[in-house]
């Protein structure tokens, strides 16, 4: 069993930045894959970014590349989500959630675990 905490949301302008949290729990949460997703009101829950179980490989939706940065460290058991560049079409609760294929898969019902969200708004 892992438990994924989401931490860091919050209001902020456009063109801003934050920085989300993800903490992991669990006896064996540095083996899974972490991955962030967003969904909006009245949209479909989409794949933001991940970082593989060792940290050595990241992916990104093309919608955030060179705006968002993924990050893990697996002594503290967190992955964190550095957003800059905020726009008003960011906007949206972001979970972050575990995946334990061996090849990462960014399909949100063929993730293991989810965290309950954390809420982000950007002003225009």
């Known amino acids: 069993q892992v438990q994924l905490i989401e931490s860091g949301g919050g209001l902020v302008q456009a063109g801003g930045s934050l920085r989300l949290s993800c903490a992991a729990s669990?006896?064996?949460?540095?083996?899974?894959?972490i991955e962030w997703f967003r969904q909006a009101p009245g949209k479909e829950r989409e794949f933001v970014a991940a970082?593989?179980?060792?940290?050595?490989?990241?992916y990104y939706a093309d919608s955030v590349k060179g705006r968002f940065t993924i990050s893990r460290d697996n002594v503290k058991n967190t992955v964190d989500l550095q957003m800059d560049t905020l726009k008003p079409e960011d906007t949206a609760l972001y979970y972050c959630?575990?995946?334990?294929?061996?090849?990462?898969?960014?399909?949100?019902?063929?993730?293991?675990?989810w965290g309950k969200g954390t809420l982000v708004t950007v002003s225009s």
């Open positions: 959630a575990a995946d334990d294929s061996i090849k990462l898969v960014t399909t949100p019902a063929l993730m293991t675990y």
């Open positions: 669990g006896r064996t949460a540095s083996n899974y894959h």
């Open positions: 970082v593989t179980w060792d940290g050595r490989n990241t």
